[in-house]
């Protein structure tokens, strides 16, 4: 795999799904400037068989990798007390994009639905509708990406991106041993950096949501539908 030359970090978010897999690629220069490379949804039948639609997101991930060759990979952590089906179908396609960064010696990180929603529209609570808005408009595009799984795809890359920044250090990887990276951000260590004026106020709702997460059990999910 060709490494590209030096530049803003590049993350790939996988927002994990047996019949919609969102994956998007964004770059995120050092004052925190996002800009999109590329996002799909990748989508299996549930009439085909669970190795069939792990493969076709197998394929696509690899594809993507290769393609764009990122700094970073970022999956969605997914919480839920019920609906244990969707919950395992999430996990088995976390685990192919997981596996698939860690045979690249890609470091991986994980970060839950609430951490993610803080990030991008400065609300842990906010609905798919904000997080959609405010994807669009960090990025700038003309029109909102369809459908949400793309859009929190998106969201998931930026939020992963903007968290190591913040952090002054390298992006950590949760419960994974994925080997970590110094950040590509100038941003100086510690939580006086972190929350300076040059966090955005969304920035600084994200670091609150995840010193709340660090004592809760977590998000059940995005919500909004089943994605196995």
């Given at each position: 795999?060709?490494?590209?030359?030096?530049?803003?970090?590049?993350?790939?978010?996988?927002?994990?799904?047996?019949?919609?897999?969102?994956?998007?690629?964004?770059?995120?220069?050092?004052?925190?400037?996002?800009?999109l490379v590329g996002v799909t949804v990748v989508g299996t039948g549930a009439e085909q068989s669970l190795d069939r639609r792990l493969l076709a997101i197998d394929e696509a991930v690899n594809e993507w990798l290769?393609?764009?060759?990122?700094?970073?990979?970022?999956?969605?952590?997914?919480?839920?007390?019920?609906?244990?089906?969707?919950?395992?179908?999430?996990?088995?396609?976390?685990?192919?994009?997981?596996?698939?960064?860690?045979?690249?010696?890609?470091?991986?990180?994980?970060?839950?639905?609430?951490?993610?929603?803080?990030?991008?529209?400065?609300?842990?609570?906010?609905?798919?509708?904000?997080?959609?808005?405010?994807?669009?408009?960090?990025?700038?595009?003309g029109e909102p990406p369809r459908p949400a799984d793309a859009a929190d795809a998106l969201a998931l890359a930026i939020t992963h991106a903007w968290r190591g920044g913040l952090m002054g250090r390298g992006l950590?990887?949760?419960?994974?041993?994925?080997?970590?990276?110094?950040?590509?951000?100038?941003?100086?260590?510690?939580?006086?950096?972190?929350?300076?004026?040059?966090?955005?106020?969304?920035?600084?709702?994200?670091?609150?949501?995840?010193?709340?997460?660090?004592?809760?059990?977590?998000?059940?999910?995005?919500?909004?539908?089943?994605?196995?």
């Amino acid at each position: 795999m060709t490494r590209r030359e030096p530049g803003p970090l590049r993350v790939l978010g996988v927002d994990p799904g047996l019949t919609r897999c969102g994956i998007a690629v964004v770059d995120v220069a050092p004052n925190r400037t996002a800009t999109l490379v590329g996002v799909t949804v990748v989508g299996t039948g549930a009439e085909q068989s669970l190795d069939r639609r792990l493969l076709a997101i197998d394929e696509a991930v690899n594809e993507w990798l290769d393609r764009h060759s990122p700094d970073h990979v970022a999956v969605e952590r997914m919480f839920a007390q019920h609906n244990t089906p969707t919950v395992m179908g999430t996990a088995q396609a976390s685990g192919v994009a997981i596996a698939a960064a860690a045979r690249r010696g890609i470091p991986v990180a994980l970060h839950t639905p609430s951490e993610i929603k803080a990030a991008v529209t400065g609300s842990g609570t906010a609905g798919k509708e904000q997080v959609t808005a405010m994807v669009t408009r960090i990025l700038r595009l003309g029109e909102p990406p369809r459908p949400a799984d793309a859009a929190d795809a998106l969201a998931l890359a930026i939020t992963h991106a903007w968290r190591g920044g913040l952090m002054g250090r390298g992006l950590e990887t949760g419960n994974l041993t994925s080997p970590q990276r110094a950040s590509s951000f100038p941003t100086a260590a510690g939580s006086p950096g972190a929350r300076g004026s040059s966090a955005t106020a969304a920035q600084r709702a994200w670091l609150a949501a995840e010193q709340r997460s660090r004592g809760a059990g977590g998000s059940q999910g995005w919500g909004g539908g089943s994605r196995t």
